[in-house]
């Protein structure tokens, strides 16, 4: 009998720290879902107030009666009005993919990357980058929220390589189990190892890009939407040489 009590004790202890679990784990929902609710609001609302800000300063730029040094500090509104009006888009884009139902339709990968790489290629004006297409598997899966992980990625890759001589990227996929897995590689500026774990933090920028237009916020997405497809995201860098950005998602 006391074996038999041991083991209802040990049992009911168990049953107490899984439900301890469970409660800490919907409040950690309930938070994530207040905080997806408060960026989603505020990036809305402020977005109005910014477009005034942008649209009047624009007219005032057309106005003759402003000097060159009033142009330039004008400028200079439009500019941050610019910077901040990407970042509230990227923020809303982020705290979408916690408040979105995931659908699961068929992806044509290939006709899906063409049409990503042209807009980042046309937004990057990356001519001289060389772009490599190795065999793309098709995906059922969220097509808006992969084809916002693929953009982030492609358009980094691009970002992060322009500065070399001869840009290159490639794109490719294979199957390992029951995964598929997708790289986008690039041969640019790569990431200090000593900051892997920090890379896809909101809002982490490395210290060789300082002087690259960026908000740290594309990585979080892509860390954010893999995760809620239950896959899983990794990368492979050396400084001054390239990054491969790696994500594996279930070939359902
Ligand atoms: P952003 O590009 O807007 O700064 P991201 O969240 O997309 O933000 O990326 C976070 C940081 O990771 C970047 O600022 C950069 O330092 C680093 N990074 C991401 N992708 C690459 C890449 N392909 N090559 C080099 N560094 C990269």
């Known amino acids: 009998t006391s074996v038999l009590r041991i083991r209802e004790i040990v049992i009911a202890e168990i049953n107490k720290k899984a439900n301890e679990i469970r409660l800490l784990n919907e409040k950690l929902q309930a938070a994530y879902e207040e905080l997806d609710t408060f ?11 910014l477009t005034s800000i942008k649209t009047y300063a624009e007219l005032l730029l057309k106005n003759k009666s402003v000097d060159g040094n009033g142009v330039k500090m004008i400028e200079r509104i439009v500019l941050g009005a610019d910077k901040m009006n990407l970042l509230i888009r990227e923020i809303l884009h982020l705290a ?3 408040r979105s139902e995931i659908v699961f339709e068929s992806i044509d990968m290939p006709e899906i990357i063409k049409e990503i790489t042209t807009e980042v290629w046309s937004a990057f004006k990356a001519d001289n980058a060389e772009l490599i297409l190795g065999q793309l598997y098709d995906l059922k899966s969220d097509r808006t ?35 598929i897995i997708y790289a986008v590689s690039d041969n640019g500026i790569g990431i200090d190892n000593r900051y892997y774990d920090r890379v896809f933090e909101l809002f982490k920028r490395m210290d060789n890009v300082k002087n690259i237009d960026g908000t740290g916020v594309g990585l979080a997405i892509v860390k954010r939407i893999v995760e809620r497809h239950d896959g899983r995201v990794w990368f492979e860098s050396k400084l001054n040489s390239g990054s491969k950005f790696y994500i594996a998602l279930k070939n359902r």
């Open 39 to 49: 960026s989603y609001t505020i990036s809305h609302d402020l977005r109005t107030p």
């Open 145 to 179: 929220m992969i084809a916002q992980v693929f953009t982030n990625l492609i358009g980094n890759a691009v970002k992060y390589s322009s500065m070399v001589d001869n840009p290159r990227i490639e794109i490719t996929s294979h199957i390992e189990d029951d995964e």
């Open 96 to 98: 979408r993919v916690g």
